[in-house]
């Protein structure tokens, strides 16, 4: 941290300039003109202050210290705060406390700036939510002709802005929950702020409804793992990438850091999540090596997007054409409807069907959660697909091995 004091002119001409703070933090530098104007033969460059000669200079000079304790004050308020700094809030701070002024920034204002300071310690997956979100509120304003601000984002707000999202976009509970989430963390950071004095939003509920989804059997993964693919390389490249997080519950996401050089010789694999920022170690059997010496140790990189839609088609051919009837939503009502299994296949599936099949064959939870790097026994649960058939022959098995 370093606090210095400039005399900018703006034109050579002109024997007057306006002293500036230039202060660096972070790798970062934050300007601000203190709109002191001074002649510039008053001005001492190495002391950074007026000439003791000059006629103001213990007023000015005074000034001048208070404004560096100040901004080193709210710096360090604004690290104890646990906020982020950036220049404009440091601006923000630094103008209510020596000019007086309240910089009373708009809903949308201060979302994008929450944006691009959120950009310096999250995630840029959830940075893109909130991006999302704000354009979304957006269309919202646009197509109900309101006004979105600190002051209309009440409970009747809340309830419009859910018919929008369930009976024009036709979006689900979920969706419509992710989209609140976003907007109660931008306005907890203006309330804490002190930029938002209306509360109601507190009481929006953040609607989660478990999203259906299945996994595969052992059986299933291995009837597409013996399809004949080599004259369609397009789904021989996605059926290997899904036997591969199948067979080690790598997420998508992670699937690309598998290389020769994070596989030990005791047949596991090293591998960082890049959503959790963790490293966590699972298995490499024979079926994963074979494929993983295929590609050279390089799998082939698709987007996800892609892959939901590519591996479909795999499905299908491997003939996984049970039927199942899927619990889902439209337009916010609760519907029922039936699907062939291989049409909800998606890249999900794959670590899904890992940890449920090791479930199923009596392991305990905490050795699968080593596999798949989760750290709550609670989620790992929850993430599980079995049937209450199922859960009983767990429990039978079980019981079997520690009273035979």
């Not at 892959?307 to 337009?331: C, H, P, Q, R, W």
């Not at 305990?364 to 599980?384: D, N, P, Q, R, V």
């Amino acid at each position: 941290m370093n606090i210095n004091f400039r005399l900018e002119k703006k034109k050579k001409e002109n024997n007057k300039g306006n002293i500036r703070i230039d202060f660096h933090y972070n790798g970062k530098r934050f300007r601000y003109f203190t709109g002191i104007i001074i002649k510039e033969n008053l001005w001492n460059i190495n002391r950074q202050r007026l000439k003791s000669s000059a006629g103001s200079s213990l007023e000015i000079n005074q000034r001048l210290d208070n404004i560096s304790r100040d901004l080193e004050d709210i710096y360090y308020q604004i690290l104890n705060d646990n906020l982020p700094p950036s220049n404009h809030l440091l601006r923000m701070k630094l103008n209510e406390k020596i000019k007086g002024i309240n910089q009373n920034l708009s809903f949308f204002e201060y979302a994008n700036e929450y944006i691009e300071r959120s950009k310096n310690f999250k995630k840029m997956s959830t940075v893109k939510g909130y991006i999302y979100t704000v354009n979304d509120l957006l269309r919202f304003q646009k197509y109900r002709r309101v006004r979105i601000d600190w002051d209309t984002i009440d409970m009747k707000f809340y309830d419009d802005y859910k018919i929008y999202q369930f009976k024009v976009k036709e979006n689900s509970h979920n969706l419509f929950g992710k989209r609140i989430k976003d907007l109660k963390a931008i306005l907890n950071d203006a309330t804490k702020m002190g930029s938002n004095k209306h509360l109601m939003y507190k009481g929006f509920k953040v609607l989660n409804k478990e999203a259906y989804s299945i996994y595969l059997t052992d059986l299933e993964i291995d009837k597409i793992y013996k399809l004949n693919l080599s004259l369609n390389i397009r789904l021989e490249k996605v059926r290997d990438i899904f036997i591969v997080c199948s067979l080690t519950g790598v997420r998508f996401s992670d699937y690309k850091n598998i290389t020769n050089e994070n596989i030990s010789e005791d047949n596991t694999i090293k591998i960082h999540s890049q959503k959790t920022d963790t490293t966590y170690h699972t298995i490499c059997e024979e079926r994963t090596m074979e494929i993983l010496k295929k590609y050279d140790f390089t799998l082939p990189k698709i987007s996800r997007t892609n892959f939901n839609k590519y591996i479909k088609e795999v499905g299908k051919l491997a003939n996984i054409t049970e039927e199942v009837i899927k619990d889902t939503y439209k337009s916010g009502v609760s519907i029922s409807i039936k699907k062939y299994k291989y049409e909800l296949i998606t890249s999900h599936t794959a670590r899904r069907s890992f940890a449920t099949n090791l479930y199923l064959k009596g392991f305990a939870s905490k050795i699968i959660m080593a596999a798949t790097g989760h750290k709550k026994e609670t989620t790992f649960l929850k993430y599980l697909k079995i049937t209450n058939q199922e859960s009983a022959k767990i429990l039978s098995l079980n019981y079997n091995r520690k009273v035979g």
